[in-house]
């Protein structure tokens, strides 16, 4: 388990901060910022042969490429590198085929970087949104799913839904919703921006037809990297205009990327496989576990978050009492312990999120527990 300084000499964080907020933002270890640095400074020695030749930092991407479809369980020409779990998700809406009166299913829980997309399409082409109502407490997946059955249309079109739910950290039955949507022919496109990093990812067998995440949050990768699989079966319905020119990340159809970033987040993955992505869920959903136990002890306090189980994930979230606005709770932790947390809104809940990866320690979490007893008086 890391200490302090472990944290200050790999992460650079703050001396004193507690960091429990990588569901929104991971810190990216000082050896990828390595990596991203000596890319930039190869790049910069012959611009354009550095771009495009295959020995130059364009064969590192490509090869970055490789690397980021083995790690989620697809095919090199199955990826496309974006900048972001909502531009891939953007890429994917725009490169449908919706048309008005078609439908998009969805959940009442999602991101609007997985959800703005679809908003779009119903502004502009009259698609018509959908969304099944997730229940607190919901544990279970075969009733999710069926609710999901019981709310598809003949106008049904796609299931857009997110791996794991960003407002309380719950663990979407995608391989289930997957198989669903191909049984009516339909397809399933997962937003998947607080998976990957945090727990072993197969799109292959998760069987949807677009995944879509990022490289910084849980992967600890640079800010700007994402990552869009694009089910080769599906290549028809969701066809990119980014592949219009071949499928290589620098070309006519794609322009000129943040090549060094793309070469940083081959070191992510290096390092996220090293450490063992099992190993890195088992050290989250124990400093979970132990965050839970502190804070439902805690008066006032409404836990949103299942306790346990295989739905649960390193995300977890509790309500506050209304006196207690949670933007203004986040700051005071902030500013007066040093804890780091993301709000909730009151559209969902009134409260906080809180999400630990592998450079917390318990001592962390304690920190959280005895800020907010303080401030909950």
């Not at 950290?169 to 998947?192: F, H, N, Q, W, Y």
Request: proline letters at 4%.
């Amino acid at each position: 388990m890391p200490s302090g300084s472990d944290k200050a000499n790999e992460y650079g964080l703050e001396p004193g901060l507690v960091y429990l907020n990588t569901g929104s933002a991971g810190p990216t270890p000082r050896a990828v910022l390595d990596r991203v640095v000596a890319a930039w400074t190869e790049l910069e020695t012959n611009p354009v042969y550095q771009e495009y030749a295959a020995d130059g930092v364009a064969g590192q991407v490509e090869r970055v490429r490789a690397q980021a479809a083995a790690f989620l369980g697809c095919r090199g020409d199955e990826l496309l590198i974006t900048r972001s779990t909502s531009e891939a998700m953007n890429t994917v809406a725009q490169s449908t085929r919706l048309k008005a009166g078609d439908r998009v299913l969805t959940t009442d829980q999602e991101h609007e970087g997985g959800s703005d997309c679809w908003r779009y399409l119903a502004e502009r082409h009259g698609v018509v949104i959908d969304k099944v109502t997730m229940r607190d407490g919901e544990h279970d997946p075969q009733a999710i799913v069926q609710r999901f059955a019981d709310a598809l249309r003949p106008e049904t079109r796609v299931i857009s839904v997110s791996h794991i739910l960003y407002t309380n950290g719950l663990r979407m039955p995608v391989t289930e919703i997957s198989a669903l949507a191909r049984s009516r022919k339909m397809l399933c496109v997962v937003d998947g921006a607080q998976a990957a990093g945090a727990t072993p990812l197969n799109v292959k067998a998760f069987g949807c037809h677009a995944y879509a995440t990022n490289a910084h949050k849980w992967l600890l990768g640079p800010k700007g990297v994402g990552m869009l699989y694009v089910s080769s079966d599906a290549s028809d319905e969701i066809k990119l205009i980014q592949w219009m020119g071949g499928k290589s990340y620098v070309g006519n159809s794609t322009g000129v990327g943040p090549l060094p970033l793309v070469a940083g987040l081959g070191a992510t993955i290096e390092i996220a496989n090293a450490r063992v992505i099992e190993k890195i869920e088992e050290h989250n959903l124990k400093l979970r576990a132990r965050a839970y136990r502190g804070l439902s002890q805690i008066g006032g306090i409404k836990m949103m978050s299942l306790e346990t189980g295989p739905m649960t994930s390193a995300l977890l979230s509790f309500a506050v009492p209304e006196k207690f606005e949670s933007n203004a709770l986040r700051q005071r932790l902030h500013e007066k312990y040093k804890v780091v947390t993301r709000n909730i809104g009151k559209e969902h809940f009134n409260g906080l999120r809180v999400s630990p990866h592998i450079f917390n320690t318990e001592a962390d979490v304690d920190a959280l527990v005895a800020a907010v007893r303080a401030e909950m008086g």
